[in-house]
């Protein structure tokens, strides 16, 4: 039974492995096509991604609207799960409802949705556009993620502030949001891997200034070739690299 | 149902760490068995390789006369109560009742029949169509309980479960755990770190310290004659007499001491003078705090009856009556 | 005004930024959608005599009644596939692997998350096909002679689907698993349950909240994305997303996009309606 179980477990690793271990091995392969025998290694497909400046704009235009968009989210939700956690107000279930509500709708719809706004209104797609998009989907996240964190422990702590006199604003920034440290970090960053690997709204919201996941996009079209493997490695080996810093740092020092 | 427990030289590591060491107890059929120490002292380890669920390293546990050490739990004649009662909260008080019934193969209306019965025993039949969810922690504790009753095991065992309750409905579970356990006859094994709790339900007292059995005897032995000053410490205040007052040696390894009840203003053996510093009411008696005039570090607790109060700061003679000699700690 | 009511319209002024975000960006774009779908696109121009024509069309025209069918057949395969999958891999991490190595566990079986999505699906392209690492294998192997097709058919959707929601249920059942104190499999086991009625009886409803929680976010996302049928899938069936995406490219037919987005919508809330009493969303 013991050995059954450690077989499955590896044999459901391999699946889960398989596109990725390919992915990055004919990263390095030589020849034009990422397929088999491999004849690398080579970084020349490095060299050439990291040379196109179309993908180096994508690339910064991804992280700005990532940032921005995940810092208003953030906001926005922090305030809304402090306002809705503290009192209960009449309706306060039909607006966390609401606020919640975008988690679950297809990316396309709100894509969609927004495009038809901004036709009308004339506003050009662009990539503010397609940050007004991902505050509508990481919104949501950072609000349930918060609202869950903030409990009576918190609500004491700020009564206690309000009682020694601290104004809201105070007791937001000086009790309030060190206490859920934790819980603001990580809707961050969740967000921002959100945003950063969203393609559909940032697809059909953006023309010329467009985002890495939309660049890879138009790059497949032109078939398969290792540079595309090579931008797939990059970007894998950066999110690695930010999650085991935010594992070491930030998550394990909660944990104690 | 009921069976005697035979515990010879137990022992189980975890490990390094050693929870048991050479744990030999035995407990008659239809005895209130309470395990009892500070946690961490391994009796809720003893529990679970009495219920089958660790295996010790070493040693046997005889249930009704048979060698159960290597039997699994599902096939053993015991049940446990959990600590945190592990009702299934998807299924229905009598579902839950009858849970093991079911697993024996009987039928719904025979096994329904019987979990009505027990839910009725421990005063729950009104509620038997509820989940669990909807219940208060002392009726989530009685439900567990007619849930390891239903399959009529010869021993129960009975892991903290008054931990999660408050004082006043902790006495009164085990009032009705003691005459429940009457009724059933069944050899019941329950472990607590309370020991008044113990000392109210107890017909026979472990006392358990580092993974060994200080003492096992009746609650009056186990608190009026314990064998080690560990176990008197743990039963109730202790006040430890210097060996010049009581005039004889106590023996290597070993000390005098009393109970604050034996400690008063008459007695066989002086104390000599001591001051009297602090003292609080206690309904039945003066719980009084006492310094001693000749050795300033040494101190008394004694409880005097009504009325027999001196004045704050007065110095008088004290006395002690029938001390005990206990094996010091090691 | 008492001082319960001050409290409440201050705290009430907190969450309005974030409700007015969330309707102007999110509630009017989605009424404003449902207004048009109810229009009609002649030859260029938007017609706005209002009827359900769309609807009809929908429900009517096989090309399009087809790909609702062919996306709840792939949502359908690819939830149930990947509950069947990440089950037991949730389970064996929560009880045989040792606890300090659970959380390394379960960061390697969630790792491809971190790939970009669109990546995934062209990395799944290259595995599955005709000369890719799959079949080549498999022919080297001597399993196959030659290889067969896989990639643009529905197979290499769904394979494309269930990868990447394995690690999601994986994720949803582990964290329900072991938050199961381990006094419910004891207390089954002591009453005289088999290893399979522990499973069938206490273990399996138990973990019910985080099957249904992992399967609803499974179904949503499934049903929505547009990428993964897109790379994988091919043109030979198309998906819902796929015939919406058809409706703005090719003929910029906003009102029927719509139309095919609120049908959507409608079976995402039905699909929700059907798990609400298993969800905690609010806890996800």
């Known amino acids: 039974m013991r050995t059954l179980g450690w077989l499955y477990m590896a044999a459901i690793f391999v699946f889960i492995f398989l596109p990725v271990v390919v992915l990055v091995l004919f990263s390095f392969q030589d020849s034009r096509l990422p397929v088999p025998p491999f004849d690398g290694p080579t970084l020349k497909w490095y060299a050439q991604v990291l040379a196109d400046r179309g993908m180096m704009e994508a690339l910064r235009n991804s992280l700005v609207v990532a940032v921005v968009s995940s810092a208003v989210a953030l906001l926005l939700g922090f305030f809304a799960a402090q306002g809705l956690a503290r009192v209960r107000l009449p309706g306060s279930a039909l607006m966390r409802g609401l606020l919640i509500a975008p988690m679950t709708v297809s990316y396309l719809i709100i894509a969609l949705g927004l495009l038809t706004v901004f036709n009308n209104l004339g506003f050009r797609p662009s990539l503010w556009a397609t940050g007004i998009g991902h505050v509508v989907i990481s919104l949501p996240l950072c609000f349930a993620i918060l609202f869950a964190a903030m409990g009576d422990h918190q609500k004491n702590a700020e009564r206690a502030a309000r009682d020694l006199g601290a104004s809201d604003l105070q007791v937001l920034f000086l009790v309030t949001a060190p206490m859920l440290k934790p819980a603001l970090l990580a809707a961050f960053f969740l967000s921002v891997t959100f945003s950063w690997d969203e393609f559909i709204i940032a697809f059909l919201l953006t023309r010329f200034d467009v985002t890495l996941p939309v660049e890879i996009w138009s790059m497949l079209r032109s078939g398969l070739s290792p540079a595309t493997n090579a931008i797939g490695s990059l970007v894998f080996l950066v999110s690695i690299v930010i999650l085991i810093l935010l594992e070491l740092t930030v998550f394990r020092k909660s944990k104690t | ?330 | ?284």
């Open chain 3, 1 to 284: 005004m008492t001082m319960e009511q001050q409290e409440r319209r201050r705290s009430f002024s907190f969450a309005v930024p974030a409700l007015i975000w969330t309707c102007a960006f999110f509630v009017v774009p989605f009424l404003v959608m449902l207004v048009l779908s109810l229009a009609h696109l002649e030859g260029r121009q938007i017609v706005q005599d209002y009827d359900l024509g769309n609807y009809v069309k929908i429900f009517t025209e096989p090309s399009l009644f087809k790909g609702i069918m062919v996306s709840l057949e792939i949502t359908i395969t690819v939830t149930i596939l990947s509950v069947l999958l990440a089950w037991p891999l949730a389970w064996i991490i929560a009880t045989q692997v040792p606890e300090r190595y659970q959380r390394l566990a379960i960061m390697l079986a969630v790792l491809p998350f971190w790939t970009s999505y669109v990546v995934r699906s062209y990395a799944w392209a290259l595995v599955l096909g005709q000369n890719g690492v799959l079949m080549q294998g498999l022919i080297a192997i001597g399993i196959l002679d030659e290889p067969v097709q896989i990639m643009a058919t529905r197979a290499a959707t769904v394979i494309g689907f269930v990868h990447f929601f394995v690690m999601l249920l994986t994720l949803t059942i582990y964290s329900n698993l072991i938050q199961l104190s381990p006094n419910y499999a004891r207390a089954a086991a002591d009453l005289g349950a088999s290893g399979w009625n522990t499973f069938r009886l206490v273990i399996l409803p138990l973990t019910l909240p985080g099957i249904m929680t992992g399967a609803f976010l499974t179904f949503v996302l499934c049903i929505g994305d547009y990428i993964t049928p897109q790379i994988l899938g091919g043109n030979n069936e198309l998906s819902m997303p796929q015939l919406i995406m058809l409706q703005l490219g090719r003929r910029g037919d906003f009102p029927m996009a719509s139309a095919l987005s609120v049908v959507l919508m409608v079976i995402v809330t039905l699909a929700y309606a059907a798990s609400a009493r298993w969800l905690k969303m609010e806890r996800v």
């Open chain 2, 1 to 330: 149902m009921t069976a005697n427990v035979s515990l010879q030289a137990l022992s189980h590591n975890f490990g390094e760490f050693q929870a048991l060491d050479d744990i030999n107890l035995e407990f008659a059929a239809g005895e209130f068995v309470v395990l009892l120490g500070p946690s961490g002292c391994g009796k809720s380890t003893l529990l679970f390789i009495l219920g089958g669920f660790l295996t010790p390293t070493e040693g046997q546990v005889w249930i009704g006369g048979q060698d159960m050490s290597r039997v699994a739990a599902k096939d053993r004649p015991t049940t446990t109560m959990f600590q945190d009662y592990a009702l299934f909260p998807h299924m229905t008080l009598r579902d839950n009742v009858g849970f093991g019934l079911r697993m024996r193969g009987q039928g719904k209306a025979k096994r329904n029949a019987k979990a009505d019965e027990m839910l009725d025993l421990v005063g729950l039949l009104d509620k038997a169509g509820r989940k669990p969810h909807e219940l208060s922690g002392g009726q989530r504790q009685r439900v567990a309980l007619a849930r390891a009753l239903a399959v009529e095991p010869e021993v129960l065992l009975l892991d903290e479960p008054l931990g999660a309750l408050d004082l006043k409905l902790r006495r009164q579970m085990q009032e009705e755990l003691k005459i429940i356990q009457r009724k059933v006859g069944t050899t019941f094994v329950h472990v607590t770190h309370d020991q008044e709790e113990a000392m109210a339900i107890a017909d026979r007292i472990a006392v358990m310290n580092a993974g060994k059995v200080e003492h096992a005897g009746s609650p009056e032995e186990v608190y009026l004659r314990p064998k080690t000053l560990f176990s008197a410490n743990f039963m109730g205040d202790l006040n430890i007499l210097p060996e010049a007052q009581v005039g004889r040696a106590a023996g290597a390894g070993m000390v005098y001491a009393a109970r604050p009840e034996n400690i008063g203003l008459a007695g066989e053996i002086s104390l000599g003078d001591a001051r009297l510093t602090e003292a609080s009411f206690f309904g039945t008696y003066h719980r009084c705090h006492f310094q001693s005039v000749e050795q300033g570090g040494q101190t008394y607790i004694a409880h005097l009856p009504i009325g027999a109060l001196p004045q704050q700061g007065e110095a008088l003679p004290l006395f002690a009556s029938s001390p005990m000699t206990l094996k010091a700690d090691v």
